[in-house]
Antibody
Framework: EVQLVQSGAEVKKPGESLKISCKGP????????IAWVRQMPGKGLEWMGI????????RYSPSFQGQVTISVDKSIGTAYLQWSSLKASDTAMYYC??????????????WGQGTPVSVSS | QSVLTQPPSASGTPGQRVTISCSGS????????MHWYQQLPGTAPKLLIY???QRPSGVPDRFSGSKSGTSASLAISGLQSEDEADYYC????????????FGTGTKVTVL
């Protein structure tokens, strides 16, 4: 099974910036779309946005547009999710996940282990 | 707010059959292929069903998916204690704009 490995837990203060990562196998990395999914404490899954490493095509859910930035460095097989100014409401578990194709409606068949982010003053 | 609605909870005793519904509209479930994910406590989600009714390798055949009109369902036959988890339906809500939607989630409890 393809492994997506995420960076470790983060504890931040409101207003701070943060960039978390998701690393996949380099040899197939730009063949897949990489998405980010938020799960707030005790809540359901929320799809945040997605990037295609081959051409960096990036799309955001309207709920997250302007709130976060998704990027990628395909030379090291790593996708990123970043915030410029964190809020307490960003406290959540963040997962990355991989899909082979959007146009043919492929599912997310491989998931990272999750990165817990805690934002508190 | 998700456009795919699931019951918040479902339960059954070991060996029973449990069914989880996912209700949408003609613009999502009605025209898209459905996926289902299982999230065991404290773990990342895992793909359970894709293309409405297909199981990835390694998923037990007691899990089955179906779709009819603007509703989809996940059935767990022969419920086992290790099936206690949260279950989410999902679909590509808009492939042109590359948007994916998760259902509201259902907590399955094994009594």
């Amino acid at each position: 099974e393809v492994q997506l490995v995420q960076s470790g837990a983060e504890v931040k203060k409101p207003g701070e910036s943060l960039k978390i990562s998701c690393k996949g196998p380099i040899d197939s990395f730009d063949n897949y779309w990489i998405a980010w999914v938020r799960q707030m404490p005790g809540k359901g899954l929320e799809w945040m946005g997605i990037i295609y490493p081959r051409d960096s095509d990036t799309r955001y859910s309207p709920s997250f547009q302007g709130q976060v930035t998704i990027s990628v460095d395909k030379s090291i097989g790593t996708a990123y999710l970043q915030w410029s100014s964190l809020k307490a409401s960003d406290t959540a578990m963040y997962y990355c996940a991989r899909s082979l194709s959007v146009i043919t409606e492929k599912p997310f068949d491989s998931w990272g282990q999750g990165t817990p982010v805690s934002v508190s003053s | 707010q998700s456009v795919l609605t699931q019951p918040p909870s479902a339960s059954g005793t070991p060996g029973q059959r449990v069914t989880i519904s996912c209700s949408g509209s003609s613009s999502n479930i009605g025209s898209k292929t459905m996926h289902w994910y299982q999230q065991l406590p404290g773990t990342a989600p895992k793909l359970l069903i894709y293309n409405n009714d297909q199981r990835p390798s390694g998923v037990p055949d007691r899990f089955s998916g179906s779709k009819s009109g603007t509703s989809a369902s996940l059935a767990i036959s022969g419920l086992q204690s290790e099936d206690e988890a949260d279950y989410y339906c999902a679909a590509w809500g808009d492939t042109r704009n590359v948007l994916y939607v998760f259902g509201t989630g259902t907590k399955v409890t094994v009594l």
